[in-house]
Nanobody, 127 residues
Framework: QVQPVESGGGSVQAGGSLRLSCVLSKYLPGTGDFYSLAWFRQPPGRLRVGVAALNFGGRSTYYDVSLEDRFTVSQDNAKNTMYLQMNNLKPEDTAVYFC?????????????????WGQGTQVTVSA
């Protein structure tokens, strides 16, 4: 089955930017399989929450409304990759960021609909 693999995390000062990547490995385009891909994050000592999502191969995107002015989700279908561009980062953005895949479209940020998860990538924002 498909497996999302994240990369791009790191440490940055407040106000900086990072771009996370999620490669959907073992995905075979043209087979009729459709997937939603999403970014979730888990801050230290807190629950995991949704950040942004998209229909892979489609046009719809979904955001946590509190983040959409700073975060942008996009995709490169030729590379089987989803990106999360994060600008004007704040210390409260510090978290482990996970990429998740769910069969079908329009799952949005409902984590119950995502069945395959990456191992996560750490993002640390210092003041």
């Amino acid at each position: 089955q498909v497996q999302p693999v994240e990369s791009g995390g790191g440490s940055v000062q407040a106000g900086g930017s990072l771009r996370l990547s999620c490669v959907l490995s073992k995905y075979l385009p043209g087979t009729g399989d459709f997937y939603s891909l999403a970014w979730f994050r888990q801050p230290p000592g807190r629950l995991r929450v949704g950040v942004a999502a998209l229909n892979f191969g489609g046009r719809s995107t979904y955001y946590d409304v509190s983040l959409e002015d700073r975060f942008t989700v996009s995709q490169d279908n030729a590379k089987n990759t989803m990106y999360l561009q994060m600008n004007n980062l704040k210390p409260e953005d510090t978290a482990v960021y996970f990429c998740a895949a769910g069969r079908g479209w329009n799952h949005g940020l409902d984590d119950r609909k995502y069945h395959t998860w990456g191992q996560g990538t750490q993002v640390t924002v210092s003041a």
